[in-house]
DNA sequence: GGCCTGCCTTGACCCAGATCAAACGGGATC
DNA sequence: GATCCCGTTTGATCTGGGTCAAGGCAGGCC
């Protein structure tokens, strides 16, 4: 095992670099990955990918959220992922995108173009086993929340994604407080029923009910602070190991 | 890109190579997968796997079905896979199992000792590339399932399922009729409701709906005929593009 | 044969969450 | 300040699917 180096060259200097693609990358891998790397930026409400289209690029969230989201002909929706700095998007090897995506909020991304991503992880397994690592973590998210979607109560889906969002947020800061979490919601009600298989009317009175039961507090509609995150945890309902 | 050549070394002799991780070796990779080879079968109802557990293999189903379970602490229980012949169980360099793995009914499965296959993995960019591109696949289905779960009526949840089942079996016998299907069930009404998200009596009612419709017909509890595909599809409610 | 056991069906009733409808509130624009 | 707009809350009512309960049916065993 050739021990991987983080250098100081430009991509190691990208923001998202602490959970991406090139976290194990030499410098002269990066320098390649480097050439072929550039930021797109979309606004809020913007698609990013229609499903079906063809995906001409892969790359990483920088700022922002995106959504990945199912419809079927009547409208129904169901918001299958949810994109937040530092996650990948995109599927290396395969044609059109299975699912649209969005931009929940103002959103950048690092992107490369697919021809020459490919090109370069045919060269460097590195990069295709940081990919399938971070795919099998997508794929165990994913099969996590079919059990949220199939079997637990709206109060119980609300909790889980309010612990998902606190996670997120607290890994971003390290070090900080995991007994307690405070951050803005970065879903409008209509995101999180999408995302939960509910209405936004049934959001609504959970998210009341929470805070009338001081499970949450809200600041505004959107500021959440949980002052007992072993709470949350609990009203979420838990799996049987972990 | 050099031609993969399929031989008639051994490995290539194991009845799940259609689509298989060693669908793209060479006769000396073929070789090499095949010293650290073995089978294993399990009768149905047995556990292959507990979720949190050391896993020391990965490997592919060959006959029977195994299914990818999730259970909460009060025993509700998510079914959030199902592994029929040639799929791949595992996880490459992870640690523990993140589900329950169940034989559903007697499964025969070709594995690999974990170290040596993610050894092999290392030297063969083949392997790695089929592992991700079949992870992708994977992580496409189980997002599709998430539309199903979180969205469908109880009936497009039947219809659905029925639809996948009768699909993965049609692809067995290449050349056959798709506009119609027949098949034997591989589940009960309760692994049915688990994996759709129902009660068992719901998925009875719905069954018998379908079949006082004329969507499909039933021979015994377990033998289904579609006599009109595209029915049942309709039934599923589609997406919106495909 | 009779009995058990496991799986399935059917009926009666209930409730969580959907649906329909109205009103609130805060930011942007004039 | 008045108006509009959009996201949100809240209330009233409806209903799909859950829950509880009672058989039905087929295969295995005595």
Same mark, same amino acid.
């Not at 390290?174 to 995991?178: H, I």
């Given at each position: 095992m050739n021990a991987p180096v983080l250098s100081q060259s430009r991509c190691a200097?990208?923001?998202?670099?602490?959970?991406? +693609?090139?976290?194990?990358?030499?410098a002269d891998e990066l320098e390649q990955l480097d050439a072929i790397k550039y930021y797109r930026s979309y606004e809020a409400g913007q698609p990013v990918i229609w499903s079906g289209d063809q995906m001409s690029f892969v790359g990483s969230v920088v700022t922002g959220i995106a959504s990945l989201t199912q419809t079927m002909?009547? #409208?129904? =929706?169901?918001? +299958?992922g949810l994109l937040l700095p530092s996650d990948f998007v995109g599927r290396p090897?395969?044609? #059109?995108?299975a699912y649209d995506v969005v931009a929940t909020t103002d959103l950048v991304m690092c992107c490369f173009r697919k021809k020459p991503f490919e090109d370069l992880m045919e060269r460097t397994p590195h990069i295709a086993h940081r990919l399938l690592e971070m795919t099998l973590d997508e794929l165990d998210a994913a099969r996590e929340w079919m059990l949220v979607l199939g079997r637990k109560t709206a109060r119980e889906k609300i909790a889980s994604l309010l612990a998902i969002i606190a996670r997120r947020n607290a890994a971003l800061t390290? #070090?900080?407080? =995991?007994d307690t979490a405070e951050f803005d919601l970065p879903l409008t009600r209509e995101a999180m029923a999408d995302y939960l298989g509910l209405t936004l009317e049934t959001v609504s009175r959970q998210m009341s009910a929470l805070k009338r039961d001081g499970v949450i507090q809200l600041a505004g509609k959107r500021h959440v602070t949980v002052p007992d995150m072993t709470r949350l945890l609990d009203e979420a309902g838990t799996d049987s190991e972990d």
């Open positions: 200097d990208c923001p998202i670099r602490h959970r991406a +693609v090139c976290a194990r990358c030499d002909e009547d #409208g129904r =929706t169901q918001m +299958v090897g395969r044609e #059109g995108a390290p #070090g900080g407080d =995991t």
